[in-house]
Nanobody
Framework: QVQLVESGGGLVQAGGSLRLSCAAS????????MGWFRQAPGKERKFVAA????????YYADSVKGRFTISRDNAKNTVYLQMNSLKPEDTAIYYC?????????????????WGQGTQVTVSS
């Protein structure tokens, strides 16, 4: 069993920054790829970013490329999402997820474990 707990969400003005964290427990965190997804009100959950087990391969949705950075610290069992130049359309609940593979993927069905989510609200 794996537990994922997100933190770092909040309210920020457009153009601002936030850093989300996702702490993992219950499994060998460093053996698996991780991802971030988001769900805006009334919309489907969508892929944001993914990172492989070692941290040397990342993949981003076009909508966040150049503004968001995913990283991980395997010693701390934590994955991060640094979000810069935030826009009102980034408002969503952000979820981290663990993928029982080594490489990156944007396919939600390949993620086996999910956190409860953290709310990010960007005001205009």
């Amino acid at each position: 069993q794996v537990q994922l707990v997100e933190s770092g969400g909040g309210l920020v003005q457009a153009g601002g920054s936030l850093r989300l964290s996702c702490a993992a427990s219950g499994r060998t965190f460093s053996a698996y790829a991780m991802g971030w997804f988001r769900q805006a009100p009334g919309k489907e959950r969508k892929f944001v970013a993914a990172i492989n087990w070692s941290g040397d391969s990342t993949y981003y949705a076009d909508s966040v490329k150049g503004r968001f950075t995913i990283s991980r610290d395997n010693a701390k069992n934590t994955v991060y999402l640094q979000m810069n130049s935030l826009k009102p359309e980034d408002t969503a609940i952000y979820y981290c997820a663990l993928n029982l593979r080594l490489g990156v993927t944007a396919v939600q069905s390949e993620y086996a474990y999910w956190g409860q989510g953290t709310q990010v609200t960007v005001s205009s």
